[in-house]
């Protein structure tokens, strides 16, 4: 295990349960403990968490009320954890530097996704994660980048793949850079890698790695961090070739079967 800090918490998909696990007899005696040892782990957590507050608003970082919502209406929640999602992405994340870099984070996997290849999902997405000042240039810039890398992959104008192909386009953040934060704007770089290729047989792109920096700088809006410009350099890039390639089948099962992840400090 890594020692480095901060580490970044991922966030799972959230599934149905598959199935309830058998019941045990419970001991009345160990119950009865339980149920003090977690009162008293409550009380403690509360007081901390009073404690911690107060040190975080004297450091100058405010932080959103309970109740407060971002335009979506979703509430924005304190604590390093977004409030749920719009449009596929995570939004509600807090008005901290650790919040700010969640957000760069989730960003950089949505606009990174399969999902800006289509233009219905590509419009909502952008909606979601900008700033309403920025939101208009940002899709103009999304729209003409998208239409270019849709017929180089040989996809049709609504980002389908070709019959029997699998498109693959998914973005993994390693780690991420806060470069400047205030209360209101940040600037934040996030490191990490990208699939992306066409799955099956008879593919004349194979689904292939990249690595890349994406700068972006956010600005306070609406309740949330909110994109306002990005930029992209590659790498650093490590040394490949540890592993043998797996076939494109199994590529394309995969993606079937693993879901996309979000973020969170």
């Not at 604590?79 to 509600?92: K, L, S």
């Not at 592993?243 to 494109?248: E, R, Y």
Request: charged share 20%.
């Amino acid at each position: 295990m890594s020692d480095e800090l901060p580490r970044t918490r991922t966030r799972l998909p959230v599934r149905a349960e598959e199935g309830a696990l058998p019941a045990r007899r419970r001991n009345p005696v160990l119950s009865g403990v339980g149920v003090v040892v977690v009162i008293l782990v409550v009380m403690l957590t509360l007081a901390y968490a009073s404690r911690r507050g107060g040190t975080d608003q004297e450091a100058g970082g405010t932080q959103p009320a309970g109740s407060a919502q971002n335009s979506a209406g979703v509430p924005a929640v304190a604590g390093g954890r977004d409030a749920g999602t719009v449009a596929g992405v995570a939004v509600g994340h807090p008005r901290t530097r650790e919040g700010a870099q969640s957000a760069a984070a989730n960003y950089a996997t949505a606009y990174g996704s399969s999902a800006m290849f289509k233009p219905a999902s590509r419009q909502a997405l952008i909606a979601a994660i900008a700033d309403p000042a920025t939101k208009a240039g940002l899709l103009a810039r999304a729209d003409a980048a998208f239409a270019a890398q849709t017929t180089l992959f040989g996809l049709d104008a609504q980002g389908n793949a070709p019959k029997g192909l699998v498109f693959v386009c998914r973005a993994l953040p390693v780690g991420t850079k806060p470069v400047s934060y205030t209360a209101d704007s940040a600037t934040v770089e996030v490191w990490g890698a990208g699939l992306v290729g066409l799955a099956g047989a008879g593919s004349t792109k194979p689904v292939s790695e990249a690595w890349s920096t994406t700068t972006m700088r956010l600005s306070w809006a609406d309740g949330d961090w909110k994109l306002v410009d990005f930029g992209q350099k590659e790498g650093p890039t490590p040394v490949s070739g540890l592993q043998t390639a797996s076939g494109a089948a199994e590529i394309a099962q995969a993606v079937r079967d693993f879901e996309e992840l979000r973020y969170a400090r």
